[in-house]
C-alpha cells in the first residue's frame, strides 16, 4: 500500500500501463495476508499482462516483492522488482521503475497477435445495481452467451456466493457430482452464517438499497435474478477467491461477496481474460487489466449511463429481440473485444474495479 504513489507515477508516464493499487499488504492476520499474495500474484499472472514491475516500501513476510515476483515469473513473462528502502527513497524508486519499465514496454511492443481458438477463453460473469429488468433480461441473455461459450470448450466463472441463497436446489440439479453441489450450498450458507454473526440485519447491503428502488424486495428474489447469469452449462466446481479452474469445460463458481470490485478482482486474478457486466440501474465499474464489458437491458439506465454502457438490450422488452439473439450480441462484443475492441472505460481509463476480499482485521 505505501508504495501505490510510486506506482501511479510510474503508470502514468508508460503508454500502455496501469497501477494496481490498493490498501492492504501490512498489518493482515495470514488468511488475509495469503489472499493479498495470492491476489496480486494471479493479477500478474493473468494473460492480460504482458510484463511487471513489482514495487514495494520494505518488506511484509510472506508477502514481499520477491515472493510476488518469483511466482509470477513462472509465467515466462518478465519482471522486475523495485524496492524504495533500498533506492534511497521514492524519487529514485520512481526513476528506476521508469527504465525497467520503459525497456520492458520496448520488448513487449514487438509483440504481434495471434489467432485463439474459443476454448482458450475463461470468461468472468456478474451483475450490480440490479433491478427487475436484469432478471428477466440482461442475465439470462449473458447467461446464453455464457453458454455459448462453454460450448466450444471455454470456461466461465460466476461469483458473488452471497448472490446465490435461494437458488440451492438449482445449483444442485447442475452440479457435475452431488459432492460438487453440497460445497458450493456449503458457501452459501457460510457467507449468510458470517453475515447473521455481524448481529445487524442484511437488508440494505443485500439486497442494497438501489436493488431495492429497482423493484428487487428480498434477498432470494435477486439471488434467482443474479443466477440466470450462469445460463445451462454444468457446474464443475467450487473454486476459491482468485483460484484459476481447472482446464475442462464448464462454469465454475468462485467464492466470493457480493461487493463487484471485491468479486471481480477475484475473477481477474484466477485468469480470466474478459468480463461482461450486467447491470439494471447502471455502473461505471471496469477491471484494471480485465477489460470489462456493462450491459443493461433497462432503456432508462442506458440512456442516464450510455457514457459507461457497451450493450442496451432494452428492445428485450420493448422490442422484439429475442434472449437468445440479445445473447449473441452480447458474444460478438466479447469476440471483438477480445480481439482488440476497447471498452468505453478502458478509454477513459477508467480503473475502478480493484479490491481485494479480507474476512479478518487489522492487527
Known amino acids: 500500500m505505501y508504495a501505490n504513489s510510486t506506482a501511479e507515477r510510474v503508470a502514468d508516464s508508460i503508454e500502455g500501463a496501469v497501477a494496481i493499487t490498493h490498501p492492504l499488504g501490512r498489518c493482515q492476520v495470514r488468511p488475509d495476508l495469503r489472499t493479498t499474495f495470492h491476489t496480486l500474484v494471479g493479477t500478474g499472472k493473468n494473460p492480460n499482462v504482458g510484463g511487471v514491475i513489482v514495487i514495494d516500501h520494505f518488506r511484509e513476510e510472506g508477502c514481499t516483492a520477491e ?24 524519487i529514485e524508486a520512481t526513476a528506476q521503475a521508469l527504465r525497467k519499465a520503459m525497456n520492458m514496454k520496448r520488448e513487449l511492443s514487438s509483440l504481434t497477435r495471434e489467432p485463439v481458438d474459443v476454448s482458450k477463453l475463461l470468461f468472468g460473469l456478474n451483475c450490480g445495481t440490479s433491478d427487475t429488468t436484469s432478471g428477466l433480461g440482461s442475465n439470462p441473455a449473458l447467461g446464453h452467451c455464457s453458454d455459448r461459450i462453454i460450448n466450444q470448450g471455454g470456461r466461465s466463472i460466476l461469483a458473488e456466493v452471497t448472490e446465490l441463497m435461494g437458488a440451492e436446489d438449482h445449483i444442485r440439479d447442475r452440479a457435475v457430482t452431488a459432492a460438487v453441489g453440497d460445497d458450493v450450498v456449503a458457501a452459501i450458507d457460510g457467507f449468510e452464517q458470517r453475515a447473521l454473526a455481524s448481529g445487524e440485519d442484511i437488508r440494505g447491503s443485500q439486497p442494497t438499497g438501489d436493488n431495492i428502488m429497482g423493484g428487487l424486495s428480498s434477498i432470494e428474489e435477486k439471488s434467482l435474478g443474479a443466477y440466470q447469469k ?134
Open 67 to 90: 515472493e510476488i515476483a518469483h511466482e509470477i515469473q513462472k509465467t515466462g513473462k518478465p519482471v522486475e522488482i523495485v524496492n524504495i528502502r533500498h533506492s534511497n527513497g521514492a
Open 230 to 363: 450462469s445460463g445451462s452449462a454444468p457446474i464443475n466446481g467450487l473454486i476459491d477467491y482468485g483460484e484459476q479452474p481447472t482446464d475442462d469445460s464448464g462454469l465454475y463458481i468462485m467464492y466470493t461477496p457480493g461487493h463487484g470490485s471485491e468479486s471481480i478482482t477475484g475473477i481477474a486474478a484466477a485468469g480470466a481474460q474478459v468480463l461482461v457486466f450486467s447491470t439494471g440501474g447502471g455502473h461505471v465499474i471496469n477491471h484494471p487489466i480485465m477489460p470489462t464489458i456493462r450491459i443493461t437491458s433497462n432503456v432508462n439506465s442506458f440512456e442516464a449511463m450510455e457514457d459507461t454502457m457497451e450493450l442496451d438490450l432494452s428492445d428485450i422488452f420493448n422490442g422484439d429481440l429475442s434472449l437468445q439473439d440479445a445473447g449473441d450480441q452480447i458474444y460478438d462484443e466479447v469476440m471483438e473485444t477480445c480481439s482488440g475492441k476497447l471498452t468505453k472505460a478502458e478509454i477513459l481509463q477508467e480503473h475502478t474495479g480493484f479490491a481485494i476480499h479480507r474476512t479478518g482485521v487489522s492487527i
